[in-house]
Structure formats: C-alpha cells, structure tokens
C-alpha cells in the first residue's frame, strides 16, 4: 500500500507540530493569572499556543481525510475497538509478530497492518486529546466558553502530556527499527515524490 501525498503532508505537519510542541513545553512559562505572557518562557508559552490551535486543524484535518480516503489505512483499522472483525483482525496480527518474534527475526514491514494501525490510531486519539484540551483552556482563557472547566482541561491536558511522549518515542523509535532492518519505512512516508 502507498500512502497518498496528502496521507504524508499532513503526518510531516503533526509529527512537526507535535515535536515543537513537546519541546517548547519543556522551556516555556505560563504568566500568572492577570499577567502579560513576559521574557522568554512567555514567547515560548505563545508559540505553543499558537502552534497547538493551528495543529488542532490538522488534527482534525487528519481524522477527516483518514474517512475520505478509499485505497489507504481506513478509520477501521485506526480504530478496530468497535468490530469484532477489526477486533479479530488485530488479535491475529499480535499471534503472528509474536510468533515471528519467538524465531528472533524482525516482523515483515507491512504499512497499514492491523497492529501498527491501531497503534497509529491510539496515538492520533493521544494527540487530538492534547489539541482539543488546549483548544478548550484557551477558549476559557478568552472568556468565550463556559467558566469553571479551564482547571480540569488543564489538568487532561497534563495528563496526557506523557502519553503523547510515550507515543513519539515509540513510534520513531519503531520507524528507526524498521530502517534499521532494511523496511523502507521512513522514506516511504517522508518522501516528496508525486506517487
Ligand atoms: C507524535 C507525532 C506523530 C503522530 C501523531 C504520528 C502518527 C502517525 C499515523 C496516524 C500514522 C499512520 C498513517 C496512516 O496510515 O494514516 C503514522 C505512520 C508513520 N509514521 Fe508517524 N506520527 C508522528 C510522528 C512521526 C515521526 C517523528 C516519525 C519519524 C521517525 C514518524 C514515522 C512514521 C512512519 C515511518 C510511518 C509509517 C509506518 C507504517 O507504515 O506502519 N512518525 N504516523
Ligand atoms: C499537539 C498539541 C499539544 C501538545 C502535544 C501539547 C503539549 C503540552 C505539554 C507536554 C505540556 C506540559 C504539561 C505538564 O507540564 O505536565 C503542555 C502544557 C500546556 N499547554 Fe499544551 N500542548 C498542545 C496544544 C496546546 C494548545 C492548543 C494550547 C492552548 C491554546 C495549549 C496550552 C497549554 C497550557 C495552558 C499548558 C500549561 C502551561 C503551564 O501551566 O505551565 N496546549 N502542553
């Protein structure tokens, strides 16, 4: 299966997204209740904002896309936890990478398996919790939704901080790994070519 270049900007656009954004949380500084955003920490901390509304577009961007499209990884298998076919489909993946792992070779690369894609779906499921949460606190921020829910998004939002990391680590470690036994994992999703 080849992935469509819209499938591959827009992942090129939230991995880079989502890499600024865990950066930048690591420096930055929220100002205090009924201050200016001030210094360095300040501009990071309006950086994230900025970046996280727009990567909340992409994200959805991403969901949508990922219904439309017909010849690549479908909503099904991003996320199987509703049908017993995806259901089944993705127990009898694990058996065999398991059984292949016992052997002590590495998987077949297979894009779009139904492991990986469910993999690939809860970590999209971890990012749009991190943009929809923030999306929230800054319409709370603003004074625009409904007073009272600012604290407890921040708090999913803080909650979901290390998923998202646990996700990016282990999924580029994953796409390293697949490099790393010849699987053109990489290239086949980072490539510019029209295809
Ligand atoms: C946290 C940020 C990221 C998210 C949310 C993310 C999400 C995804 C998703 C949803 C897919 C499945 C594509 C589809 O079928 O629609 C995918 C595939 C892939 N991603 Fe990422 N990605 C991220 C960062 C990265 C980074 C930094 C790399 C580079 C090391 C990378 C490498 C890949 C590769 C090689 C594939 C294809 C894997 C396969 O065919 O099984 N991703 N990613
Ligand atoms: C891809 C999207 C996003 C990611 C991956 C992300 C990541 C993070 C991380 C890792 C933290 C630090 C959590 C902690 O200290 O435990 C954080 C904090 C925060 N983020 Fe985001 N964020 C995203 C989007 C947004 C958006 C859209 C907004 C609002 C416009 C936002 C506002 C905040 C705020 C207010 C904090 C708390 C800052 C503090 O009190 O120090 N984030 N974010």
Redesign the pocket.
């Known amino acids: 299966m080849n992935?469509s270049r819209l499938?591959r900007c827009l992942?090129a656009l939230?991995?880079l997204a989502?890499?600024h954004q865990l950066l930048v949380s690591l420096v930055m500084k929220a100002p205090e209740e009924g201050r200016e955003a001030a210094g360095l920490g300040g501009g990071l901390f309006e950086f994230h904002e900025t970046v996280g509304l727009a990567s909340f577009a992409v994200v959805l961007a991403y969901w949508l896309w990922?219904w439309l499209r017909r010849s690549?990884?479908s909503m099904a298998s991003l996320l199987p936890w509703f049908s017993a076919a995806g259901m089944g489909a993705l127990w009898r993946d694990l058996q065999m990478q398991w059984d292949v792992l016992r052997t002590r070779h590495a998987p077949e690369y297979e894009?779009?398996?139904p492991l990986?894609?469910a993999i690939?779906g809860l970590?999209?499921l971890a990012?749009s919790a991190m943009t929809v949460t923030g999306l929230l606190w800054w319409l709370t921020y603003e004074a625009v939704a409904v007073d009272g829910i600012g604290e407890t998004v921040k708090e999913i939002h803080e909650l979901f901080a290390p998923l998202?990391w646990a996700?990016?680590i282990g999924?580029?470690l994953m796409?390293?790994w697949h490099s790393w036994h010849g699987q053109r994992?990489?290239q086949?999703?980072f490539h510019c070519r029209r295809d």
């Open positions: 992935r499938t992942h939230l991995a989502v890499v990922a690549e990884t894009p779009g398996g990986a894609s690939h970590g999209l990012i998202a996700y990016l999924h580029a796409a390293l994992a990489i086949a999703m």
